[in-house]
């Protein structure tokens, strides 16, 4: 599950349904997301890149 958390993407999902998905696998993944600021960074990360690119504007 660890590994799997570690590829997902946003893809063809909603933000939602992604937001869903990344709080399901993150609870295998406790060591990757141990604090806020890189729970934010992975999740972020796997945005499609029209939506997480948009948080460097606000960063």
């Known amino acids: 599950m660890q590994e ?3 590829r997902l993407i946003q893809g063809s ?3 939602i349904q992604y937001e869903a998905e990344f709080t399901a ?3 295998y993944a406790p060591q990757l997301v141990n604090t806020s600021a890189e729970k ?3 999740f972020l ?3 499609r ?3 997480g690119g948009l948080w460097y ?3």
Do not use: E, K
């Open 4 to 6: 799997t958390f570690l």
């Open 57 to 59: 504007h606000f960063n």
């Open 25 to 27: 696998l993150a609870r």
């Open 13 to 15: 999902r909603t933000v």
């Open 45 to 47: 990360r796997g945005l």
């Open 40 to 42: 934010c960074y992975r």
């Open 49 to 51: 890149d029209s939506l």
